[in-house]
């Protein structure tokens, strides 16, 4: 195998993991991460690569993967300490079932190269960027077919709410608006700029900004970095000048932002009505953006949208650190010609991807596309395999093309992600049902398995030649009624999480009321329409009533599976996140070791084995009925929201073999606002043994990590041992209902 450490100007530190030999040198096999790296970032790596599992052992005895990760996890803690280690490598690193070797070993060092540390703007500082309560606008202009007419005419017929400053020197009004011969002139104070000027005199329009006080200019002129030498002069002017003074510029060569929950239009090319909605998007290029906006206004609301240009101050990352925060905002997409300050973008999207999904085309995969990205608007793409680790890394998820990015913009802005990877799959037509699974098992999905129960009910909702399963082949016999029934079966089985519903376009206009008038519980649900292009009205009025069409099976079921996979991810960050309010994550009970950590998916072995080791008075006193370890259960108490619900686990290993002794749950009560309810069980052997007490203690400490203000008890009188673990942690007896007692803690 082969480790390796270089530095990315962008990224910094880099670590990159690969097999070795032709493996590396020929397929390129190969993965990579931005230093620091955690142990989950370990693990990914050696997953990632596409001869992983001949380190599991195909073939033959398994390498040591626990010392591997923890290589990786030393080489990243080595050179963030040293900063002066620019390049290392260790080539060849054999590999064997009980640790490694390092046969060879080269390091390159030199003096550390000092980066600006940019200062994150903070989603508090740009809220007046993207709510401005005024705008002035210098070379506004009442002479159509102009930039400056573009500009102010959108503010206008768009009802900008806030105040409106023309500047023009030659006017006395612009479209019935007192003008300004310059901004120094305007009495009032102006919190944001737009300068449509020619680029020789925007030096002056900026200095008479900051002259001003002006917090936030937008420069929509052109002719600067993307264009000549003296262009980039003319711009690194402009950016000693804001310096100088704490102004943010966005741009210059943008088209503005567009803002429709503020009625905000600053786009330079003329735009008619646009919808309030829940997408946010960034672009480098202006004309890229309005062309989005105006070919996909019918089937996709976008509620902000920022044009970034030559980025000479304001940048992608600064954009996407205010969207994650902006409630409006539900869906971030951004097309992205390159990176700067790679690191903290890298921070900065990790955060974000964790309240929303992030969708990222990023362009210059190829040496040529570089070279047009460069010209176009004075970028630099990076490597496309350091831009594709920084993405993984952080949790976003990156688009192959225009089409695949709206695709996945469409689905995430209109249905809920999938809380399983099970999927009924209905369809008029046996070869796309056909089609839509090849690409659902390809993607990590798989055909929901119906109960008994709910195989019967579609025997009764189908025609007798009609196929019985999952995909349901309903041919062309399909009507929308047929459809709403199906559906409404599949919501009730617990394995169906979400749906790709296969219809004729024929008829595509008979289903849309009716598929608005299913309760889906949550379950999302794809459509598909072949050839869809021509019956283009119909799919509106579908995309309109909340769902996306899609021409292919296959782009249906690719995008519900990365739907379902950024679900994971975000749960699994979240997870990561609490757990790290652990004040106490080991203790020795009767000289054995012992683990405290959260539950996850991977545990449902363990607390089945857990179940059935307890005796029935302990299951009875904890969930006060019967009970057993089913699967459903299993799903039910493993596979939790971390925004609803958490569980400690104590854990001990015993040889090769970890076991459960006690579990201790905290759910949110969402008929409360900031109350939890919380239970714990012990395993017979480990009662009596302060575990108890050490579990409450933890799960009170999470609890007000989280920003509970109460939490809540019930047990019955005779569960005496919960109820003296509940006076140790100083809950507060609240009375008596029948059997039951009631507790609760006092956070505040």
């Not at 500047?167 to 011969?181: D, E, H, L, T």
Request: glycine share 8%.
């Amino acid at each position: 195998a082969i480790i390796g450490v270089t530095r990315d100007p962008s990224f910094g530190p880099l670590i990159m993991f690969g097999l070795g030999g032709v493996f590396v040198e020929v397929l390129r096999d190969v993965s990579f991460r931005i230093l620091p790296i955690t142990e989950k970032d370990a693990a990914e790596m050696i997953q990632d690569i596409r001869g992983s599992d001949i380190l599991k052992g195909y073939r033959g005895e398994a390498v040591d993967l626990a010392s591997l990760q923890q290589l990786l996890l030393k080489i990243s803690q080595l050179v963030v300490e040293n900063p002066e280690i620019q390049e290392l490598d260790l080539n060849p690193l054999f590999l064997y079932p009980d640790g490694y070797v390092t046969v060879d070993a080269r390091m390159f060092v030199s003096e550390p190269v000092l980066h600006d540390h940019l200062t994150a703007t903070g989603a508090e500082s740009l809220r007046d960027f993207f709510y401005p309560q005024s705008i002035a606008v210098i070379g506004a202009s009442d002479v159509a077919g102009k930039l400056g007419y573009n500009v102010f005419h959108n503010l206008i017929s768009h009802h900008y709410p806030g105040k409106l400053y023309p500047i023009n020197p030659g006017k006395a009004s612009v479209m019935g608006v007192r003008a300004y011969k310059s901004i120094r002139d305007v009495e009032d104070p102006v919190d944001l700029a737009i300068v449509i000027v020619p680029a020789k005199a925007v030096e002056a329009a900026i200095a008479d900004c900051c002259a001003k006080g002006v917090r936030f200019v937008v420069v929509e002129a052109a002719g600067f970095a993307e264009t000549s030498q003296e262009g980039r002069e003319a711009q690194a002017r402009i950016a000693g000048i804001i310096r100088k003074h704490g102004c943010r510029v966005l741009g210059p060569n943008c088209s503005g932002v567009i803002n429709t929950h503020h009625n905000m239009v600053q786009s330079i090319g003329l735009l008619s009505d646009l919808k309030k909605g829940n997408v946010g998007m960034v672009a480098q290029a202006g004309v890229y953006a309005a062309g989005i906006l105006t070919g996909l206004s019918n089937v996709l609301d976008f509620g902000i949208v920022a044009t970034i240009g030559n980025k000479m101050d304001i940048n992608e990352t600064d954009i996407l650190e205010y969207l994650s925060d902006d409630d409006h905002i539900s869906v971030i997409v951004m097309y992205m010609e390159d990176v700067r300050s790679g690191k903290r973008f890298v921070d900065v999207a990790t955060r974000a991807a964790v309240r929303k999904p992030v969708i990222i085309l990023k362009s210059g995969r190829t040496e040529a596309g570089k070279k047009a990205v460069s010209s176009h608007t004075a970028s630099l793409a990076g490597n496309d395999e350091v831009n594709s680790a920084a993405f993984r890394q952080s949790g976003v998820i990156r688009a192959r093309d225009n089409e695949h990015l709206f695709a996945l913009t469409r689905a995430f802005s209109k249905q809920p992600v999938p809380k399983g990877n099970g999927v009924l799959l209905i369809t008029y037509t046996g070869s796309l049902g056909v089609a839509a699974t090849d690409m659902l098992y390809l993607s990590d999905m798989r055909l929901a398995t119906l109960e008994p129960y709910f195989r019967e009910r579609l025997k009764n909702a189908l025609p007798d030649y009609a196929s019985v399963g999952n995909p349901i082949d309903c041919s062309f016999s399909m009507t929308p009624e047929q459809v709403k029934n199906l559906i409404e079966i599949g919501v009730e089985s617990n394995d169906v999480a979400s749906f790709i519903v296969v219809l004729q376009g024929e008829i595509l206009g008979s289903f849309v009321d009716v598929m608005k008038s299913i309760d889906y519980k949550e379950k999302p649900v794809m459509c598909v329409v072949a050839c869809k292009e021509f019956m283009i009205n119909d799919v509106v009025k579908m995309e309109q009533a909340g769902f996306p069409v899609y021409s292919t099976a296959e782009m249906a079921a690719e995008v519900l599976g990365q739907m379902y996979h950024y679900g994971v991810r975000r749960q699994s960050a979240l997870t990561d996140s609490i757990a790290r309010h652990l004040t106490k994550d080991s203790l020795s009970v009767d000289n054995n070791p012992v683990r405290l950590r959260l539950i996850n998916p991977n545990d449902i072995g363990l607390w089945t084995d857990f179940v059935n080791g307890c005796s029935q008075k302990s299951l009875w006193l904890r969930f006060l009925s019967p009970f057993s370890a089913t699967p459903e259960r299993a799903q039910r108490f493993c596979n939790l929201n971390p925004e609803e619900e958490v569980a400690v686990v104590a854990e001990m290993k015993t040889g090769n073999q970890n076991k459960f002794l006690g579990i201790a749950r905290l759910i949110k009560n969402k008929r409360r606002e900031g109350e939890a309810e919380y239970a714990i069980i012990i395993s017979d052997p480990w009662q009596n043994k302060s575990l108890g007490i050490t579990l409450s203690e933890q799960c009170i400490e999470l609890a007000k990590k989280e920003g509970y203000k109460t939490i809540r008890a019930e047990t019955i009188q005779q569960n005496h041992a919960m109820i003296r673990i509940f006076r140790r942690c100083d809950f507060s007896f609240d009375g008596k209902d029948e059997n039951m007692v009631s507790m609760s803690l006092n956070l505040s």
